[in-house]
């Protein structure tokens, strides 16, 4: 049931706003010290070759996949794209990170306002301060992997499912395409 909660009372905005500066913070805190091992490497390795590749103005293929998971699958090669726009701006494998933990803390606001939808304000807050500052969550939205865009593919997922609630069925399926690309780099 969509509540259709537009404005959280003043405390709730402030602990959500508390909540969301906490979890940047606790992302780009230190962004230099995140390990950088041979997943992180092949990850930025298969973005650089994309753009020395530069298939959108030669004859080289786009990528068909992207990083080889531990049982040798195959995933989607969306996490090349992102690491090439993202080495593209930066040349650096710190702020490629930063990027990654950016993106990562940008979607909290989204989120808890999805979640004053569809729950009253303690459980949306409970929500987001466990996406915001969990360890796990926290982590590993700041790493160069596909999982890493856990978040943002959630919320494409959880927009879908309200689209598809509300009759407006091709904003759903775009979505889930999306939420599909992005999650199924897991």
């Not at 490497?41 to 753009?51: C, D, P, T, Y």
């Not at 949306?124 to 500052?133: G, H, R, S």
Request: hydrophobic share 55%; net charge positive.
């Amino acid at each position: 049931m969509t509540r259709g909660l537009l404005r959280p009372n003043r405390r709730a905005a402030l602990s959500a706003g508390a909540l969301i500066a906490v979890g940047a913070f606790l992302r780009l805190r230190h962004i230099s010290a995140i390990e950088f091992k041979g997943d992180e490497q092949e990850a930025l390795n298969l973005g650089i070759r994309l753009l020395a590749d530069h298939p959108w103005s030669s004859a080289a293929p786009w990528p068909a996949h992207g990083m080889l998971s531990s049982n040798n699958v195959a995933n989607a090669p969306l996490l090349n794209w992102l690491m090439a726009g993202s080495w593209a701006m930066t040349h650096d494998p710190m702020w490629a990170t930063a990027l990654v933990a950016v993106v990562n803390s940008v979607s909290l606001y989204p989120l808890w306002r999805w979640a004053l939808r569809h729950m009253d304000e303690g459980r949306a807050l409970l929500l987001l301060a466990v996406a915001a500052v969990s360890p796990f969550c926290v982590l590993l939205s700041r790493k160069l992997w596909g999982q890493d865009l856990l978040l943002p593919g959630v919320l494409a997922a959880l927009w879908a499912i309200d689209e598809y609630r509300n009759g407006r069925y091709w904003r759903a399926l775009a979505l889930w395409g999306v939420a599909t690309l992005v999650m199924g780099q897991l």
